[in-house]
């Protein structure tokens, strides 16, 4: 084999390896940006009466939560909690659960835990907050 055809074919293999990785690495992305399932047997707390909460009077319940989210959240989230440091929180798809643990446990190297800060209670008026958020 000719020192050419040599170097186009490991060109060729390189161009293939790199778009395996390509592929691989979207893939995993595709995966992890996936909304995450309820836990099995349990089923998906409802909104319908968060989105109730969403009408021009908010209610008290979303009120207290966009007084915690502007003590604790704003920072990041930005005053409009249209993303700062953080994301954007607008059209959130995760569920109560999904949001409860990450305020709860935080993402490591990116977002604090709450857990000894909010309460039960805390966490549910939050929740009712950013369900408010709509685009």
Do not use: W
Request: hydrophobic fraction near 45%.
């Amino acid at each position: 084999m000719s020192i050419g055809a040599r170097a186009r074919l490991n060109e060729l293999l390189l161009i293939v390896i790199t778009a395996i990785g390509l592929f691989a690495m979207v893939s995993s992305l595709a995966f992890v940006l996936q909304p995450e399932p309820s836990a099995p047997g349990l089923p998906e707390p409802s909104t319908n009466v968060i989105a109730a909460v969403a009408a021009p009077d908010i209610g008290e319940f979303a009120r207290k939560g966009a007084d915690l989210f502007a003590r604790n959240c704003a920072h990041c989230h930005g005053d409009d909690a249209r993303g700062d440091e953080g994301p954007s929180l607008y059209g959130l798809r995760k569920s109560d659960a999904r949001i409860t643990t990450i305020v709860m446990e935080g993402i490591k190297g990116e977002m604090p835990k709450f857990g000894s800060k909010f309460g039960d209670s805390d966490i549910q008026a939050l929740i009712a907050y950013l369900r408010t958020l709509k685009e």
